[in-house]
């Protein structure tokens, strides 16, 4: 049986938008407790609300799911983009493939120029760290003789690289864009490795 929490999310969900009275009404609960749920959930990012005039006096709070919220509820999202590089591998050659993910990685470079911040590697490095790290990645650096080693220790793409490792062109031609050195893709977390790395030649280091 879903909590009452449960059921004021389903029915943003299906509604998308409903105020304090209409939830109560569905949920079967009064509607103090719904404005106590309600400021739980805006709290952690779930829901959000909107001022809403109706006719004289003062105006009603109307409530929906945000961003977040929605990605609580189970979505085909995953097999649908598994499915569509599926099909991109059928109609484009490896090399036009190859050509769209190192596209996709340029993009990606692109919107993170402004981030770096630091004139050496390893000050750009931690800059990019700090804000890959609210898109999943979780980013260190390890020395290797004189070469560089820039470890990924959670891949966003785990899930899709195991059938799609072409996939993993997206981070290397981000991170090579990024640093303005050649990066190379030495292990990968979806072939079973501890952490995705890229090594920096030492050459290229300074």
Do not use: W
Request: charged content about 25%; hydrophobic content about 35%; proline content about 3%.
């Amino acid at each position: 049986m879903k909590s009452s929490r449960e059921k004021i999310l389903y029915t943003l969900l299906s509604r998308q938008r409903a105020t304090i009275n209409e939830l109560a009404e569905v949920v079967g609960i009064n509607g103090i407790s719904v404005r106590h749920h309600l400021v739980k959930l805006q709290a952690e990012g779930l829901i959000a609300a909107e001022e809403q005039r109706h006719g004289v006096g003062r105006p009603r709070f109307v409530y929906h799911l945000t961003k977040q919220g929605l990605e609580k509820f189970p979505t085909n999202f995953l097999r649908f983009v598994e499915l569509l590089l599926s099909k991109l591998q059928d109609v484009l050659t490896p090399k036009q493939l190859s050509e769209v993910y190192e596209s996709i990685g340029k993009e990606q470079a692109d919107s993170l120029r402004s981030v770096l911040e630091g004139s050496t590697l390893n000050d750009q490095i931690k800059s990019l760290s700090d804000e890959l790290g609210y898109l999943g990645y979780r980013l260190d650096t390890q020395k290797d003789g004189d070469d560089l080693l820039l470890r990924n220790q959670n891949c966003p793409y785990r899930q899709i690289a195991v059938s799609n490792p072409e996939i993993c062109r997206v981070d290397e031609t981000m991170f090579t864009e990024l640093l303005g050195r050649p990066v190379s893709h030495e292990s990968c977390i979806a072939k079973g490795d501890p952490a995705c790395i890229y090594r920096i030649k030492a050459e290229d280091v300074n």
